[in-house]
């Protein structure tokens, strides 16, 4: 399969977490990386929100998201600065 990227990925197992709202925080491990995006996978299927946050140190730095593709329990993440409109 020809890779579609315009970014290499770097492939990684870090603990993170998604920030939804203030009361709910899923945990999550990134697979892959870019200054782009990431790849992570949750313990549940579950509808994530369109906007959302990815954190690796607890909420102490965010990383604003959108989600570009769910698949079960794995999602494909486009890092968005706040407040600008995502392509």
Do not use: Y
């Amino acid at each position: 399969m020809r890779e579609r990227r315009k970014l290499a990925r770097t492939q990684v197992q870090a603990a993170a977490q998604l920030i939804i709202d203030v009361n709910s925080v899923v945990d999550c491990t990134v697979h892959d990386l870019t200054s782009a995006g990431a790849g992570i996978e949750t313990a549940d299927a579950q509808v994530f929100p369109h906007q959302l946050a990815l954190t690796f140190d607890h909420a102490r730095t965010l990383r604003h998201c959108r989600v570009v593709w769910q698949n079960q329990n794995r999602l494909g993440l486009k890092f968005v600065v706040p407040g600008h409109q995502a392509a």
